[in-house]
C-alpha cells in the first residue's frame, strides 16, 4: 500500500473546503469544526499556509481564504486543460438558451472532478460543489472511457467489480459494456435518474455543514455501489418516448483525440421526450466542438 501522510491530507482538505466556497472566508473555529482538526494542528498547518502565500488572513476578521500561490498553481494547472478556458462562453449561453444546468468535469487519477458549473447546477442551488469528486469507476465516466483504449475499459469495469466485493457478474458486465458502446456510437451518454441519485443529494446536503473528506467518500462510493445495481444508461432512444433523464454528456476531445473534459447538463425538472433528447446532444456536442476548436487555434493545436 502507497505512504498516506495525514499533515498533507489536512492541508489538502483546507484548500478543498476553500475551493468548494470561493465567496466564504472561514475562521479557525470554523474550519475545525467543518474538518474535525485538532485546533493547535490546525492552526500551525494554517499559519504555514499563509506564510507561504496559500492562504490569506483578514486582519480584521482574522478569517481565512485562498492566497495568490494558489491562483499562480489554478493557472498552471489551468494550461493542462485549455479547453476550459473557452468552455465557460459555451456552457453560459447554453445555460440560458436552454433553461439547463451545464457542467464541464475532467479526469483527475482515480477520480471525474467538476471544474464548472453553470446555471441551475449553482452551488447556491444545489449540494454539488466545485471540486466535487465521484469514483471514476464504473458505471461512472462511460464519456471518458468509451473513447479511451480497451486496457482503461477493462480496468474501468474491473474497478466496478471490486466494488460489488467482486461480484459483477456476466450480465452486467456485458450491459456495461453495451452501453459505452452506444455512447462511441452516437457522440454522447444518456443517464437516468434513480434512487441513487435522491441518496447522494440527500447525503451531500448532510454534509454540507462540515467538510469531512472520508465522509464525502464514503457517500460517493455508496453511490457508485447503487449505480451498478440501477437502470442507470439509456442505451437506445426512441424520439416518441419520454424518459427521466439525470444528464447528458458528451466528450471535450483534446491534442491526443481522447476526452479532455466532459460537458453536461441536467437539473432536469421534468421527463424528456427522445428527440428532445437529440436535440439537447446536438447543442451540447456543438459546443464542445466550438471550445475545442477554439482552444486548438489558440495553442496552435492541429486541427482533427
Known amino acids: 500500500?502507497?505512504?498516506?501522510?495525514?499533515?498533507?491530507?489536512?492541508?489538502?482538505?483546507?484548500?478543498?473546503?476553500?475551493?468548494?466556497?470561493?465567496?466564504?472566508?472561514?475562521?479557525?473555529?470554523?474550519?475545525?469544526?467543518?474538518?474535525?482538526?485538532?485546533?493547535?494542528?490546525?492552526?500551525?498547518?494554517?499559519?504555514?499556509?499563509?506564510?507561504?502565500?496559500?492562504?490569506?488572513?483578514?486582519?480584521?476578521?482574522?478569517?481565512?481564504?485562498?492566497?495568490?500561490?494558489?491562483?499562480?498553481?489554478?493557472?498552471?494547472?489551468?494550461?493542462?486543460?485549455?479547453?476550459?478556458?473557452?468552455?465557460?462562453?459555451?456552457?453560459?449561453?447554453?445555460?440560458?438558451?436552454?433553461?439547463?444546468?451545464?457542467?464541464?468535469?475532467?479526469?483527475?487519477?482515480?477520480?471525474?472532478?467538476?471544474?464548472?458549473?453553470?446555471?441551475?447546477?449553482?452551488?447556491?442551488?444545489?449540494?454539488?460543489?466545485?471540486?466535487?469528486?465521484?469514483?471514476?469507476?464504473?458505471?461512472?465516466?462511460?464519456?471518458?472511457?468509451?473513447?479511451?483504449?480497451?486496457?482503461?475499459?477493462?480496468?474501468?469495469?474491473?474497478?466496478g467489480e471490486q466494488q460489488l466485493g467482486g461480484t459483477l457478474d456476466e450480465k452486467l458486465d456485458q450491459q456495461l459494456r453495451i452501453s459505452v458502446i452506444a455512447i462511441r456510437a452516437r457522440g454522447f451518454e444518456v443517464t437516468l435518474r434513480t434512487e441513487a441519485e435522491e441518496q447522494l443529494n440527500a447525503d451531500l446536503t448532510r454534509l454540507r455543514g462540515i467538510w469531512d473528506l472520508n465522509a464525502l467518500e464514503e457517500v460517493t462510493g455508496n453511490y457508485q455501489r447503487a449505480l451498478l445495481q440501477s437502470h442507470y444508461h439509456l442505451d437506445r432512444i426512441d424520439p416518441t418516448t419520454r424518459y427521466p433523464v439525470c444528464n447528458i454528456t458528451v466528450p471535450v476531445f483534446g491534442y491526443d483525440q481522447l476526452p479532455e473534459l466532459i460537458f453536461s447538463s441536467g437539473s432536469y425538472s421534468r421527463d424528456l421526450s427522445g428527440q428532445e433528447i437529440l436535440d439537447i446532444a446536438e447543442q451540447l456536442k456543438s459546443a464542445a466542438e466550438r471550445a475545442r476548436q477554439a482552444a486548438a487555434r489558440a495553442y496552435n493545436r492541429p486541427q482533427r
Open 1 to 159: 500500500m502507497a505512504l498516506f501522510s495525514k499533515p498533507t491530507a489536512r492541508a489538502l482538505a483546507i484548500i478543498d473546503l476553500l475551493t468548494a466556497n470561493p465567496q466564504e472566508s472561514f475562521g479557525l473555529t470554523d474550519i475545525t469544526r467543518k474538518l474535525g482538526l485538532n485546533k493547535a494542528t490546525c492552526h500551525a498547518i494554517l499559519t504555514t499556509m499563509s506564510h507561504y502565500g496559500f492562504l490569506i488572513q483578514d486582519p480584521r476578521s482574522k478569517a481565512y481564504r485562498l492566497g495568490p500561490n494558489i491562483v499562480a498553481a489554478g493557472n498552471a494547472a489551468h494550461a493542462l486543460f485549455p479547453v476550459l478556458e473557452y468552455a465557460r462562453a459555451e456552457l453560459e449561453a447554453l445555460s440560458q438558451s436552454a433553461g439547463l444546468g451545464c457542467g464541464a468535469a475532467g479526469r483527475s487519477g482515480r477520480n471525474i472532478v467538476l471544474l464548472a458549473h453553470y446555471g441551475h447546477s449553482n452551488p447556491v442551488h444545489s449540494p454539488f460543489q466545485l471540486g466535487m469528486r465521484l469514483p471514476f469507476m464504473a458505471p461512472l465516466g462511460a464519456s471518458f472511457i468509451a473513447w479511451s483504449p480497451a486496457k482503461q475499459l477493462e480496468s474501468w469495469l474491473d474497478s
